[in-house]
């Protein structure tokens, strides 16, 4: 079904063959939707260009995925180059280039957003995007050989890109608009139809709509969230791509087994046909439009836009959809890794007779588990990138042992100067339980590899201490100190990157440890005004202030997100008077020690503003008293209060188990270090309210 305006298409077309006849290289850019693919499959059919179209930079294979399709489309022997894991892939894209400009055809390579926000900040958030992010550089820096061949790089916002372009040839695309008698017939959208219709009518300004907004404001009327607010809004701001994307997420979260089959669809990383898609997703045929003209567009075959695809994999982060959507991950890369047997079944890329397909086949069967290990085993690998990729996701899937296997067997095949393997071999063998003499051995490989990589050192670091290495920790973190950022200077100016991705997981290392002076020391490696605004930096020392209050105190009475200066002043929930006029005599934060269906033992302290007065007292008392005063489970923290009839009311604070009992940690929420309990003298051992 054809939205977009054709004539747009063919002029867009026209004026980048102009804007060629006048550059060597032409920087083109437009938003999505605007026609990009369209303009990059058109210059390969009638002007002969090699055109690339790589996966996001998220997927392990990404820049060998580039490589490749320029490979593909050279001689059989540049394939050898392109998957040589011997080398680095800066000199597999140097000598790809170097053959390309030799044969008179001109490039064309379209850049996903995710590789061209990757060329403008290196200061990635994981070591994983950090080797894309540089494997990316490689190849776009690896361009300059191409010497007087045509290039064409289309990209999708204003980023930045490591080479000058200021004499290149710039072409602007417009917002693609709908075509002028696209709305006339809406019978293409089959069961939706209907809910075509309804849009239709909606939109007053159609000048203002484009072909992607028109598919997803359909999906959204088909999933019942569509009204005139939202077609007003998609016809007064150009920007409402974004906002039409997060309720097409939010909405398929209410329909789970839609969810599913989008979700399948978007692990798909080409284009399928309309019987693929049913095949591959088990999508009801009602709503077959929903995938195919609603979140992906094409006629005969189709696929989704990067930004859509993107945004619907997030689905797997919703709290009612996680667990589904983890249980279909490694069947669906394998339904879709059989697909692409069905089209290659080759087992060597050397021998492939569609070399795009053989790579999917291998990405798929990486992403696929324990169903696809035996098949991914045999095929010929030569590139590392390819064992890089189902290692990831073996650990991803918290298949940690077989994680930590592929990882060795990347070192073996290509050598031990691989640090991303290194690292994540022992990181593996960490998690599975494995020996700690060889994953130590692995983590020092790596951090000696790259010894100012944040990331490694951090992770060196932090493996140590929760072996109880604590001397080889220490050394190892001023060590890294010397490496990372000699003089301080660095942590000092870069807007709190380095304090978040190096010193946070050090000092949360120790405190999980309950070495509260070693966290205390590591922490003061960072200057107060880098701490000062950052939430992520502010929470770690809140984490911290209350580790040395715990200390002092010698047991926890405050949840620990709750900042130190807030605490001792007043109760948080209890109120000053009842309301049948009882005030509130005294107040007591704590918590909940242990509890059965016996008895209850909570452990509380008398506030006061100063610290050297305040005490810690434990009681017991019985299951009987603990309804009789609280009004909810005996668990977490707690504050009780006496009033003036001497009644007695217990709290929860702020709600929620302690943090040290909930199954799952995971961020700030980590273990706290409490001191050990010895009960006070004299502590109260009735229920008559006294403190």
């Known amino acids: 079904m054809q939205l977009s305006n054709v004539e747009m298409l063919q002029t867009s077309f026209e004026q980048l063959e102009e804007v060629l006849e006048r550059h060597q290289r ?18 390969a059919e009638e002007l002969d260009f090699i055109c690339v179209d790589p996966p996001p930079i998220a997927e392990a294979d990404s820049a060998l995925h580039a490589l490749v399709q320029i490979a593909a489309r050279l001689d059989p022997s540049a394939r050898a180059i392109a998957e040589d894991g011997a080398q680095p892939l800066a000199h597999r894209a140097e000598a790809l280039m170097g053959r390309l400009s030799g044969t008179g055809r001109g490039l064309a390579l379209r850049l996903p957003a995710s590789w061209a926000a990757s060329v403008d900040d290196s200061r990635t958030s994981s070591p994983d995007r950090q080797v894309w992010a540089r494997q990316v550089r490689d190849i776009l820096g690896s361009l300059s050989a191409l010497g007087d061949t045509n290039l064409v790089l289309f990209v999708g916002g204003a980023h930045a890109l490591p080479f000058d372009v200021s004499t290149w040839g710039r072409f602007e695309l417009p917002p693609m608009k709908l075509a002028a008698k696209a709305l006339e017939d809406l019978s293409g959208f089959s069961t939706y139809e209907k809910f075509a219709a309804q849009v239709a009518e909606m939109f007053t300004h159609l000048a203002c709509v484009t072909p992607v907004q028109f598919r997803l404001s359909v999906g959204l009327a088909a999933l019942g969230t569509f009204s005139e607010r939202e077609a007003a809004l998609v016809q007064r701001h150009g920007s409402s791509l974004r906002v039409l994307e997060t309720r097409m997420v939010r909405a398929l979260g209410t329909r789970p087994a839609l969810a599913k089959a989008a979700f399948r669809l ?79 079944g080759t087992s060597s890329l050397l021998d492939s007779p569609s070399p795009v397909n053989w790579l999917e086949r291998a990405h798929h069967l990486a992403h696929s588990g324990e169903r696809g290990a035996g098949a991914w085993a045999s095929l010929v690998l030569r590139s590392r990138e390819l064992y890089w990729d189902r290692g990831r996701a073996l650990s991803r899937g918290q298949h940690y042992a077989a994680a930590a296997a592929v990882y060795r067997q990347c070192l073996d095949r290509f050598g031990a100067d691989d640090a991303y393997a290194q690292h994540y071999r022992a990181y593996n063998l960490d998690r599975a339980g494995g020996s700690f003499a060889e994953a130590r051995a692995s983590f020092e490989a790596a951090v000696g590899l790259e010894p100012a990589n944040p990331w490694f050192n951090a992770r060196l670091v932090t493996f140590l201490v929760s072996h109880a290495q604590y001397l080889a920790a220490r050394r190892t973190w001023e060590s890294a100190l010397e490496s990372i950022d000699p003089s301080g200077d660095v942590v000092a100016t870069d807007d709190g990157w380095l304090a978040k991705n190096f010193h946070r997981w050090v000092v949360s290392a120790w405190l999980d440890a309950g070495e509260i002076q070693l966290a205390r020391e590591a922490f003061d490696a960072i200057p107060p005004e880098v701490v000062m605004g950052d939430p992520v930096l502010e929470r770690l020392e809140n984490r911290l202030l209350d580790g040395e209050e715990a200390v002092e105190l010698g047991e926890a009475v405050y949840p620990s997100r709750i900042p130190t200066e807030v605490r001792w002043l007043e109760p948080r929930r209890l109120a000053a008077e009842k309301l049948d006029g009882t005030t509130l005599r005294a107040w007591y934060p704590g918590r909940v020690v242990d509890a059965d269906r016996d008895g209850v033992m909570i452990a509380f302290a008398i506030p006061n503003r100063d610290p050297a007065a305040r005490r810690v007292k434990l009681r017991e008392m019985t299951r009987e008293e603990w309804e009789r005063f609280a009004q909810s489970e005996p668990t977490g923290f707690i504050e009780v209060g006496t009033y003036s009839d001497q009644s007695v009311v217990i709290l929860p604070i702020d709600d929620g188990a302690a943090d040290w009992s909930r199954d799952t940690l995971d961020g700030e929420d980590l273990l706290r270090p409490l001191a050990r309990w010895t009960p006070p003298e004299n502590e109260p051992s009735s229920g008559d309210g006294s403190g």
């Open 26 to 43: 032409v920087l083109v850019r437009g938003p999505t939707g605007s026609g990009r693919g369209t303009l990059l499959r058109r210059l």
């Open 266 to 344: 978007a692990l798909a990383r080409g284009p399928l046909t309309a019987g693929e898609v049913v095949s591959l997703t088990n999508v009801d045929q009602t709503d077959l439009p929903m995938l195919t003209h609603c979140l992906a567009y094409g006629n005969g075959a189709v696929r989704m836009h990067e930004r859509i695809r993107s945004s619907v994999l997030q689905l797997r982060k919703r709290r009612e959809l996680h667990a589904e959507l983890d249980d279909l991950v490694e069947p669906a890369h394998f339904d879709l890794a059989r697909h692409h047997e069905r089209l290659d």
